[in-house]
T-cell receptor, first 114, second 115 residues
């Protein structure tokens, strides 16, 4: 079974530029999550999708971050404009969507904002 | 706001020794997860604990959950170098309602096992 795919693996941008990350979840998984992991910390949930609808985006900085999951499969996370403090690994995870099921994580995209 | 605290945050131990990592959380939840992360890698699921008193074991690792105390433990028996990694516990936010079940993670325990 193929895992959660993310691209790119690494990205370096200057502050105030924009950037986008892509995620392809495990086939059949209805729920998709984006997490931000700052160096030395645990991942922090940014947004959760159930199919193509947003379930929870309470921790997403909506003034600069946006995410979409058109057609309920792939998802993109965008930052515009980026700040230095956005430097982190952005992890995508997916699950079947039923309660009590575990989430599987992708390899992540390491973003460095200079 | 759900808070998850792990201790210790750093642990250096010798091979063959036993040790326990503790995970406390602040609000009601019946679901707790343990993940392993190697440097530069993603998160690998170790255990899913779904009820009070749940105990799961895999090799030298054993995890337990006490929902009344809001405490989970990850016990390492006769540690080996290959277990060196960062271990995270995470609690889901199902009780926030609306179908949201994203995870709140602890800060992680950075474990180094020396030969």
């Amino acid at each position: 079974e193929a895992g959660v795919a993310q691209s790119p693996r690494y990205k370096i941008i200057e502050k105030r530029q924009s950037v986008a990350f892509w995620c392809n979840p495990i086939s059949g998984h209805a729920t998709l999550y984006w997490y931000q992991q700052i160096l030395g910390q645990g991942p922090k949930l940014l947004i959760q999708f159930q199919n193509n609808g947003v379930v929870d985006d309470s921790q997403l900085p909506k003034d600069r971050f946006s995410a979409e999951r058109l057609k309920g499969v792939d998802s993109t996370l965008k930052i515009q404009p980026a700040k230095l403090e956005d430097s982190a690994v952005y992890l995508c995870a997916s699950s079947w969507g039923l309660l009590n099921t575990e989430a599987f994580f992708g390899q992540g995209t390491r973003l460095t904002v200079v | 706001e759900l808070k998850v605290e792990q201790n210790p945050l750093f642990l250096s131990m010798q091979e063959g020794k036993n040790y326990t990592i503790y995970c406390n959380y602040s609000t009601t939840s019946d679901r707790l997860y343990w993940y392993r992360q190697d440097p530069g890698k993603s998160l690998e699921s170790l255990f899913v604990l779904l009820s009070n008193g749940a105990v799961k074991q895999e090799g030298r690792l054993m995890a337990s959950l006490d929902t009344k105390a809001r405490l989970s433990t990850l016990h390492i028996t006769a540690a080996v170098h290959d277990l060196s990694a960062t271990y995270f516990c995470a609690v889901d936010m199902t009780y926030s309602g609306g179908g949201a079940d994203g995870l709140t993670f602890g800060k992680g325990t950075h474990l180094i096992i020396q030969p």
